[in-house]
């Protein structure tokens, strides 16, 4: 069964920084997209950022040159590292994969103060 597990989530102020990690457990699969989605209230979940197995990326235009998402296949992890936050970056955050299925994580909470 596959897993995946998020963590690093929590409150910061305005301009601040924190790193998403997502911990991926029971795939077999070496060829995947990993990535990051998020939902804030009373909007639909959005895209933020994904990652091929071979790194290619792709960013949302709201976090493009604030937001690195990167992977480490070895440890089945892939990070977001989130600088420059903004109040309206608050959001549920989501991770994903893709291999032959999609599989999501539970969500950990990112609240941006200003």
């Known amino acids: 069964q596959v897993q995946l597990v998020e963590s690093g989530g929590g409150l910061v102020q305005a301009g601040g920084s924190l790193r998403l990690s997502c911990a991926v457990s029971?795939?077999?699969?070496?060829?995947?997209?990993m990535g990051w989605y998020r939902q804030a209230p009373g909007k639909q979940r959005e895209l933020v950022a994904v990652i091929g197995s071979r790194g290619s990326i792709n960013y949302a235009d709201s976090v493009k040159g604030r937001f690195t998402i990167s992977r480490d296949n070895a440890k089945k992890t892939v990070y977001l590292q989130m600088n420059s936050l903004k109040p309206e970056d608050t959001a549920v955050y989501y991770c994903?994969?893709?291999?032959?299925?999609?599989?999501w994580g539970q969500g950990t909470q990112v609240t941006v103060s200003s």
């Open positions: 029971g795939s077999i699969f070496s060829f995947d997209v």
């Open positions: 994903y994969k893709r291999d032959l299925r999609e599989y």
